[in-house]
């Protein structure tokens, strides 16, 4: 079992910024990825930012130039720094890692961490 603790949402103004962390532990062989994705009200879940163990990252069109994705020192942590939040930025944000040392890989879900951006 992999557990995930996401943290850092809340409720900021349009333009602000929020940081959110997601930290993986548990029953961990060997973490591909790390995801941010967000599911507004009576929308889709969406990828918003992902990040490799080597680096390598992918953005959203809709938060590129706003958001950035880091990996912390530990393998097994992701942070999303967002800037320039606007109110449509509004969603419960989720953590999704990926472990390929299982096979088939092995996908665990964060339970959200709720980001509301409003005057």
């Known amino acids: 079992q992999v557990q995930l603790v996401e943290s850092g949402g809340g409720l900021v103004q349009p333009g602000g910024s929020l940081r959110l962390s997601c930290t993986a532990s548990?029953?961990?062989?060997?973490?591909?990825?790390m995801d941010w994705y967000r599911q507004a009200p009576d929308k889709q879940r969406e990828l918003v930012a992902s990040i490799t163990r080597d680096d390598r990252i992918k953005y959203a069109e809709f938060v590129k130039d706003r958001f950035t994705i880091s990996r912390g020192n530990a393998l097994n942590t992701a942070h999303l720094q967002m800037n320039s939040l606007k109110p449509e930025d509004t969603a419960v944000y989720y953590c999704?890692?990926?472990?390929?040392?299982?096979?088939?890989?092995?996908?665990?879900w964060g339970q959200g961490t709720q980001v509301t951006v409003s005057s």
């Open positions: 548990g029953s961990i062989r060997s973490l591909y990825s």
């Open positions: 999704k890692v990926s472990d390929i040392g299982f096979y088939p890989t092995k996908v665990s």
